[in-house]
C-alpha cells in the first residue's frame, strides 16, 4: 500500500461521510497505517496536515451524539470542489499564458492551472512581471469576493473593514473598501497593514455597484488627509512625454510652441508635490494655487540662502 | 522525461487528472501527460496501480474506482468522489486573477480586451466562479507607459528589431540618443522596464520604459537566444560608485524604502544615518534639493555639490519675469 493510495483513500472517506468519522473508525476504514494506537496517530496527523497544506478542507467537528464529545473529521464536497468556472480551452489558454507571464511570489500558478484543467497553452515567453505577495492578501481577497467583515489594524486604530477589491498600483497592493469605524470609504496599503487579517461574517453594509472608484493613480501628492486643491505646474518641453504619461493625457491644460506644457492636478499632499515638482528642478514650476507657489518658494529659499 | 515525482506532486495531479478524464471519453494517455505535466510511464503506472484501488470501505468492486486503459486510451468511470478537482485557494484565485488582469491592462485596447475575447470571457467566468460579483475583486497596473511607447518596445522583443530610441537618464539628467538591441520586457514595482544590449555603452542595459521619449525600429534585426528565467535587478549599484553619507530626520524615513542603500542606523537623537551609492552628481542634487533641510550630507567620497546653487538656479526661474500665456 503506498502513501499515495493511503492519501486518495483517506480524502474518498472524508469525501464520502455523511457524519463526522472518529479516528478509530477511520483506520479501520483505511488500510496502510500502522497498527500501534501511537504510530498511527503520528501518521494520520501527518496525512492530515499534508491534505490541509494543499488547501483540502479537512473539518474537525464533534460527532454528534456522542458523550463525552468525540472529535470527528470530514470534507464537505461544496468546500472541496466550489464552483466549476466551465472554461472554455481558449479561455484556459488566455488564462494560462497570463499566469506564465505575471506571477505571484510564492504561489504555484501551475498547480492553479492544473485545478482548472490542465495545461492548455506553450510556456515558452519569459515571464513579465513577478507580484510581491502578503500574508493579509488571501484573506482580504477572500473577503472581497464572499462579501466579509475582516478586523484590522491600520495607522494606529482597529478598524472593521469590508474589502472591496485589492488592486496592484505602482508597485504596491492596496486595499479599497469600507471602514466602519470613519463611516466612509478607504483605501490602505497591504504592507501597512499591522498584524493579520482575521475574515469575519457576511458584511450587510452596501457596496457600490462600480468600485471602479479606486484611485487609479496612487502618488504621494494624492495620498494625504488635507483637503484638495488643484495645483497648476509648467513643466518644459523635455520632461512633457514624462508628466503626459504619468499625469494622464487629461491633465495638460495648455501646450506652448517650445514644446513646453501646462499641467493641472488634484493635490492632497503638499509634501509629495513639492518632492515631485523638485525633481525636475528648473524645468517645472509651480503657477498655482499661491499657497503651494510660496511654499515651494520658501523651501526653495531656506536652502538657497541659508540664514548664516 | 524523469520518472521520478514526489507523492505531494502525484497527488496533486490526480486529484485533477481524474475529474478530467472522467468527464472525457477515453482520452489518449499522451495527452493526459502532456496536459497535466505528468511523465507517461509513471501516469500509466499510477492510474493502473493506484488510483485502480482507490475507494471507499469495505472496498468490494462496486466501491473502487474503475479504470480502463486500452490502445492507449484511457477511460475512468465510478470515481464519484473525485468528480470535480480541488478549487482553488484564494492565493491561487488572486494569482489566476490578477495576471488576467494584468494582461488586460497591457493589451489595452486591442481585440484581446473584448467582451468577445478568451481572456476577458475566461475572467469573468473565474471571477463568477469564485464568488465575484460584477465589480472584479482585483485590478493590476503593472506600470505607466505611453501605449505606443509599449507597442512598440513589445513588437522589437518578439521580433528581434533593432530600435533607436531618444532615453532621459535621470541620473545624469540628460537626453541621450541611442541604438540598441531589446531582449526582455518586464515590469517591477509599478514601472515598465526593457533589458537590452546597448550599441551606445557597448553593454547590456536596463531600461525604464517612461524615459523614453521616442522609439522607432531601424529596420534592421538582431540575433539572440531570448532571455528567461528570473526577473533582472533593476538597480544595481556598482561596487566602485562613490558613496555618500547621509543624516536625515525622521520625516524623511521613506528614503530609506525608496532608495537601495549600502546601509542605514539609527541615531541616538532621532533619525538615521544612511549611506548609498551615487551614480551621478546631477542625482544627488536633486535628491538633496528634493529632501532640503530635513537631510546633511556628512561624508563619503562622492563629489561635494553645492545644494545652496542648485537651489538658487531653481529660484531663478520663479523670480523671473511673469510667464506669458
Not at chain 1, 199 to 213: F, I, K, L, S
Not at chain 1, 294 to 306: F, K, M, Q, T
Not at chain 2, 93 to 117: K, W
Amino acid at each position: 500500500m503506498s502513501k499515495l493510495e493511503r492519501l486518495l483513500n483517506l480524502i474518498a472517506a472524508l469525501l464520502n461521510a455523511d457524519r463526522p468519522l472518529t479516528t478509530e473508525q477511520l483506520r479501520e476504514r483505511i488500510e496502510g497505517y500502522p497498527e500501534a494506537p501511537e504510530s498511527y496517530r503520528r501518521a494520520f496527523e501527518r496525512d492530515k496536515e499534508a491534505l490541509r497544506s494543499m488547501g483540502i478542507p479537512i473539518r474537525t467537528i464533534e460527532v454528534p451524539g456522542t458523550d463525552p464529545p468525540k472529535t470527528g473529521y470530514r470534507i464537505l464536497r461544496e468546500e472541496y470542489a466550489g464552483t466549476d468556472p466551465q472554461l472554455a480551452p481558449d479561455e484556459l489558454a488566455a488564462l494560462h499564458v497570463a499566469a506564465n507571464l505575471v506571477r505571484l511570489e510564492g504561489v504555484d500558478g501551475d498547480e492553479a492551472v492544473l485545478r482548472l484543467g490542465g495545461r492548455a497553452a506553450d510556456e515558452s515567453e519569459p515571464s513579465l512581471a513577478a507580484l510581491p505577495t502578503d500574508p493579509n492578501l488571501g484573506p482580504l481577497f477572500t473577503a472581497a469576493t464572499e462579501h466579509r467583515t475582516v478586523a484590522l489594524r491600520y495607522g494606529g486604530a482597529d478598524r472593521t473593514f469590508d474589502p472591496w477589491r485589492v488592486s496592484f498600483l505602482r508597485g504596491h497592493w492596496y486595499v479599497t473598501g469600507w471602514d466602519h469605524l470613519r463611516s466612509e470609504q478607504r483605501l490602505y496599503r497591504v504592507d501597512r497593514i499591522d498584524g493579520g487579517v482575521e475574515v469575519g461574517g457576511v458584511t450587510e453594509h452596501e457596496r457600490p455597484a462600480d468600485v471602479a472608484t479606486t484611485p487609479t493613480r496612487l502618488a504621494p501628492w494624492e495620498l494625504g488627509v488635507k483637503a484638495p486643491v488643484t495645483a497648476r505646474v509648467w513643466i518644459e518641453a523635455d520632461q512633457s512625454p514624462w508628466a503626459r504619461h504619468n499625469l494622464g493625457p487629461e491633465a495638460v491644460v495648455a501646450e506652448h510652441d517650445d514644446g513646453s506644457i501646462e499641467v493641472e492636478f488634484e493635490v492632497r499632499n503638499p509634501d509629495g508635490f513639492r518632492a515631485m515638482v523638485l525633481t525636475f528642478l528648473d524645468g517645472a514650476e509651480v503657477l498655482g494655487p499661491p499657497e503651494l507657489r510660496d511654499e515651494v518658494i520658501s523651501w526653495l529659499e531656506a536652502l538657497a540662502e541659508p540664514a548664516s | 522525461m524523469s520518472t521520478r515525482m514526489t507523492s505531494g506532486a502525484r497527488l496533486a495531479r490526480l486529484l485533477a487528472v481524474i475529474p478530467w478524464v472522467a468527464a472525457q471519453d477515453g482520452p489518449l494517455l499522451t495527452e493526459v501527460a502532456e496536459r497535466f505535466d505528468y511523465p507517461y510511464e509513471r501516469l500509466t503506472a499510477d492510474l493502473q496501480e493506484v488510483v485502480m484501488f482507490v475507494g471507499v470501505y469495505p472496498f468490494s468492486p462496486d466501491q473502487l474506482i474503475e479504470v480502463v486503459v486500452d490502445d492507449g486510451r484511457v477511460w475512468i468511470s465510478y470515481a464519484d468522489w473525485f468528480s470535480k478537482p480541488l478549487k482553488l485557494t484564494p492565493d491561487q484565485a488572486l494569482a489566476m486573477m490578477a495576471a488576467g488582469q494584468s494582461m488586460l491592462d497591457i493589451v489595452g485596447e486591442s481585440e484581446d480586451n473584448t467582451t468577445d475575447g478568451p481572456l476577458l470571457r475566461g475572467l469573468t467566468k473565474l471571477g463568477a466562479a469564485v464568488g465575484a460579483s460584477a465589480a472584479a475583486p482585483v485590478e493590476v497596473r503593472l506600470g505607466r507607459a505611453a501605449d505606443d511607447v509599449l507597442a512598440t518596445l513589445r513588437a522589437a522583443v518578439s521580433e528581434h528589431q533593432v530600435v533607436e530610441m531618444e532615453y532621459y537618464v535621470y541620473s545624469r539628467d540628460e537626453f541621450t540618443r541611442r541604438v540598441v538591441e531589446p531582449h526582455r520586457f518586464f515590469a517591477n514595482a509599478g514601472q515598465w522596464y526593457i533589458s537590452s544590449y546597448c550599441r551606445l555603452a557597448e553593454a547590456d542595459r536596463v531600461f525604464r520604459v517612461d524615459r523614453i521619449r521616442s522609439v522607432d525600429p531601424t529596420g534592421e534585426t538582431f540575433v539572440h537566444e531570448g532571455e528567461s528565467g528570473p526577473l533582472p535587478p533593476i538597480y544595481d549599484p556598482a561596487a566602485d560608485d562613490p558613496r555618500v553619507v547621509l543624516e536625515i530626520d525622521d520625516t524623511l524615513e521613506w528614503v530609506l524604502q525608496q532608495f537601495p542603500h549600502d546601509e542605514a542606523t539609527r541615531r541616538d537623537e532621532g533619525g538615521w544615518t544612511i549611506t548609498m551609492a551615487v551614480s551621478a552628481t546631477p542625482w544627488l542634487e536633486r535628491l538633496m534639493v528634493q529632501l532640503g533641510p530635513h537631510a546633511r550630507i556628512v561624508g563619503g567620497d562622492a563629489e561635494p555639490i553645492d545644494v545652496a546653487a542648485v537651489a538658487g538656479r531653481v529660484l531663478a526661474r520663479y523670480r523671473q519675469e511673469a510667464r506669458g500665456g
